[in-house]
């Protein structure tokens, strides 16, 4: 069984790794880590700063997924960064990472846990439906390079 454990700063290029391997199935996102994404540098200090918490999976040889949360609106969580090596999916870990999250947020007095995904990343999409979340028909559109639309998720916790 793999290790879940807090996120530490010094996982951030094994955590860039990660994402990379993720949005490498989608040839038109581009990461750019300094320019779009600077909390990857310092991840835990940057979760920190915002009242929330990530988690890594470890799997012996690097990370294999993570996963974060921070508060949003009163009785709200945000789910940010599920992302799973695609060598590890189908196994089980994404659903330990969520449920984590999930059960953190809770322990936070959060009643609800919303995200923001790509509207690329149909898999994700089924998988966060059959975990009991729902399209709320929001969306938003990112000024970034990756010309990101995204849709929004929520349930109940």
């Given at each position: 069984?793999h290790?879940i454990r807090?996120?530490?700063?010094d ?5 860039i ?5 993720c949005?490498a ?9 300094d320019?779009?994404?600077p909390?990857?540098?310092?991840p835990?200090?940057?979760y920190?700063r915002?009242?929330?918490?990530a988690w ?5 040889d ?6 974060a949360?921070?508060p949003a ?9 599920l992302y799973?090596?695609a ?6 870990l994404?659903?330990r990472l969520?449920v984590?999250?999930e059960q ?14 790509d ?7 089924r998988?966060y439906?059959r975990?009991g979340?729902t ?10 390079l990756?010309?990101?639309v995204e ?7």
């Amino acid at each position: 069984m793999h290790t879940i454990r807090d996120l530490r700063d010094d996982d951030s290029q094994a955590l860039i790794e990660l994402i990379s391997s993720c949005w490498a199935a989608y040839p038109t996102i581009v990461m750019d880590v300094d320019g779009e994404m600077p909390h990857l540098r310092a991840p835990a200090s940057a979760y920190a700063r915002l009242g929330g918490r990530a988690w890594a999976a470890d799997g012996g040889d690097g990370l294999i997924g993570s996963v974060a949360m921070v508060p949003a609106e009163p009785g709200t969580a945000e789910l940010r960064m599920l992302y799973v090596l695609a060598s590890e999916r189908r196994s089980g870990l994404g659903r330990r990472l969520l449920v984590t999250a999930e059960q953190a947020a809770a322990g936070n007095g959060a009643a609800r846990m919303e995200l923001w995904s790509d509207t690329r990343f149909t898999d994700a999409h089924r998988f966060y439906e059959r975990n009991g979340y729902t399209r709320t028909g929001a969306s938003r559109t990112l000024d970034d390079l990756s010309a990101t639309v995204e849709w929004h998720f929520a349930r109940s916790l």
